[in-house]
């Protein structure tokens, strides 16, 4: 059978546990529903998960969830000797290179990305200009993810084609 699925949530390496939780809690005000903690490979459910997920080896990792105002999971990992890429934005390679969140006052939120360690990638440009106040900027984080802000939702942005 045919239906829209939900999204659940998206899983971000990032290098510094404590420091993620407090940047995505301080500047996206998402909340904290499971505290940090230890996985490691035994033969409990969970370690036998990640084993299926990761492989054999995989040794230790820390986790956090959190959680969006609109309930969408999200996934801290801390893995031991992690290495940020060097360049984070291979776009043009498959696979996930950016996640989206929804703001009205971009700038506002552009700003505080910046002062807490992250960085704007772009000026923010609009998507009908003198039509529609439709914005969009990408950013990163302290840790190398890339963020993208909308102004409005992404049905409006895209319902009547932007292009």
């Not at 309930?71 to 990992?77: N, P, R, S, W, Y």
Request: proline share 6%; glycine share 10%.
């Amino acid at each position: 059978m045919r239906y829209p699925r939900t999204f659940s949530h998206i899983g971000l390496s990032v290098p510094n546990l404590e420091q993620a939780v407090k940047f995505y809690t301080d500047v996206m005000g998402w909340y904290v529903i499971m505290e940090p903690a230890e996985v490691v490979e035994d033969d409990s459910a969970i370690g036998v998960m990640c084993t299926d997920v990761f492989g054999k080896g995989w040794g230790k990792f820390r986790i956090a969830h959190l959680a969006t105002g609109d309930k969408i999971g999200i996934e801290l990992f801390e893995f031991p000797q992690n290495e940020k890429p060097e360049n984070n934005f291979e776009y043009w390679k498959t696979g996930i290179f950016h996640y989206c969140v929804q703001d009205p006052d971009v700038e506002g939120l552009v700003e505080k990305i910046v002062e807490h360690g992250g960085k704007q990638r772009m000026p923010i440009r609009e998507y009908y200009p003198g039509e529609k106040p439709y914005r969009m900027v990408y950013c990163e984080d302290p840790f190398g993810n890339l963020v993208e802000i909308y102004s409005h939702s992404y049905e409006l942005t895209y319902s009547e084609g932007a292009y």
